[in-house]
C-alpha cells in the first residue's frame, strides 16, 4: 500500500492551492478516503472524507464552503481543493484510507497515511 501527497507549499492568506494523493497497492475505488491534517504541535485532525464513489462528501466545520475533496478512481487520485487559505490552515496534510479516521484520527497509524505534504499559509 502507498499513498503519496504533494501540492502542498507557501501561500498567502486567501489563496488556494490543490493538494492530491496518488494510491497505489489496494483497490482505490472501494475505499472510503479522507484527509487529516497536523498542525505544529498538535495532533492529527480530520479535515474531510469522502465515500468511495464520490457520492458524499463530508468536512470539519473550520473548512466547510472552502475545501472541497474529490476523487479519480480511474487514475487512483484523491484531491483536496483549499480556497481561502488561512494561518489557522498551516499543517502537513496527511490522506489515508483509514475508515475510522474521521471519527478517531489519532488512531490512524503511520502505514495507514502518506508521507504528508507541507501546507504554510504565511505572509
Known amino acids: 500500500v502507498q499513498l503519496v501527497e504533494s501540492g502542498g507549499g507557501l501561500v498567502q492568506p486567501g489563496g488556494s492551492l490543490r493538494l492530491s494523493c496518488a494510491a497505489s497497492?489496494?483497490?482505490?475505488?472501494?475505499?472510503?478516503m479522507s484527509w487529516l491534517r497536523q498542525a505544529p504541535g498538535k495532533g492529527l485532525e480530520w479535515v474531510s472524507s469522502?465515500?468511495?464513489?464520490?457520492?458524499?462528501?463530508y468536512y470539519t466545520d473550520s473548512v466547510k464552503d472552502r475545501f472541497t475533496i474529490s476523487r479519480d478512481n480511474a487514475m487512483n487520485t484523491l484531491y483536496l481543493q483549499m480556497n481561502n487559505l488561512q494561518s489557522e490552515d498551516t499543517a502537513l496534510y496527511y490522506c489515508?484510507?483509514?475508515?475510522?479516521?474521521?471519527?478517531?484520527?489519532?488512531?490512524?497509524?503511520?502505514?495507514?497515511r502518506g508521507q504528508g505534504t507541507l501546507v504554510t499559509v504565511s505572509t
Open positions: 497497492g489496494f483497490t482505490f475505488s472501494t475505499a472510503y
Open positions: 489515508t484510507f483509514y475508515s475510522l479516521a474521521r471519527v478517531l484520527p489519532e488512531t490512524t497509524t503511520l502505514a495507514m
Open positions: 469522502i465515500e468511495s464513489d464520490g457520492s458524499q462528501t
